[in-house]
């Protein structure tokens, strides 16, 4: 990690600013461009909750993990995989302009995503030297919960609730052929993802009121009925407002709020040192 024991000035910081800026403009405009040449792997990842049926997914996940062969397990394996069927529906685009906008928001979030790390660096080293030697002490460990939280919420989104999702939207309405537009699409994957990776931070959250004092532990115990309402408008923002992603979003969140109570509790113990 960068430091500068050295007072700054005021035009100082922001000639490291604007270093910093220029420096995060060029690695992202380099990712984006790399993803913008080799857009069909990311095309794959976009369409693989679309072609994966979440049952089958978990399938092949026991079968690697567990000697499954005349086992229990081996069973359950056998009847998801039987119980299991691709999502029929077909991805289109009106016009030609919708293509070449689906093609750029695929280069631009994924060369995003890739150039994050960079990104977030560079605005640590800038503000990490500002802060007390107790602020530095608790500074990286938070930051690596927040990452790793984020990056929990986003592959629980990707790899459970959009199988789900999409397999129960196909499945509605069975007469009717399911054509869905390829931005809408997209968007529906971007924001479902990105939602439960904000959504996941709520114990992060929960710890730091606790730890500077706004609510106490037995508060956040004694709300929980109000924490459900709010967990439920929260899951009607952050995903695309139907009612089987709302449910799949609000469950996790609430077992994370009970999370956030013992996150909280533990921040006030140790303050208690």
């Known amino acids: 990690m960068e430091s500068n024991d050295v007072s700054m000035t005021f035009w100082e910081h922001l000639e490291e600013l604007r270093r910093r800026l220029i420096l995060i403009a060029i690695v992202l405009g380099f990712f984006i461009i790399i993803c913008l040449?080799?857009?069909?792997?990311?095309?794959?990842?976009?369409?693989?909750?679309?072609?994966?049926?979440?049952?089958?997914?978990?399938?092949?996940?026991?079968?690697?993990?567990?000697?499954?062969?005349?086992?229990?397990?081996?069973?359950?394996?056998?009847?998801?995989?039987?119980?299991?069927s691709k999502i029929q529906a077909e991805l289109f685009k009106v016009g030609p302009i919708q293509g070449i906008m689906a093609y750029l928001k695929i280069g631009l979030t994924a060369g995003f995503l890739l150039a994050s790390p960079f990104v977030i660096y560079q605005l640590w080293a800038f503000i990490f030297p500002a802060l007390t030697i107790r602020e530095k002490k608790y500074a990286l460990p938070l930051f690596i919960v927040i990452v790793i939280f984020f990056i929990i919420g986003a592959t629980f989104a990707y790899f459970l609730v959009t199988p789900v999702v999409l397999e129960f939207s196909a499945k509605l309405f069975p007469e009717l052929p399911n054509r869905w537009d390829l931005d809408n699409y997209i968007s529906f994957i971007t924001k479902l993802i990105l939602g439960f990776g904000i959504a996941f931070e709520l114990p992060i959250v929960m710890a730091f009121l606790a730890r500077i004092g706004i609510v106490d532990w037995r508060g956040f115990s004694s709300k929980q009925r109000h924490a459900l309402l709010g967990i439920a408008v929260l899951s009607a923002i952050l995903t695309p407002a139907d009612p089987w992603s709302m449910l799949l979003m609000a469950i996790p969140l609430f077992l994370l709020y009970q999370l956030g109570i013992f996150f909280a509790f533990l921040m006030e113990k140790e303050a208690e040192i």
């Open 37 to 84: 040449s080799f857009s069909k792997p990311i095309e794959r990842v976009i369409k693989f909750p679309l072609e994966t049926s979440f049952k089958l997914l978990l399938a092949d996940t026991l079968d690697s993990l567990f000697e499954n062969e005349g086992t229990l397990i081996g069973y359950f394996s056998l009847s998801l995989r039987a119980g299991s």
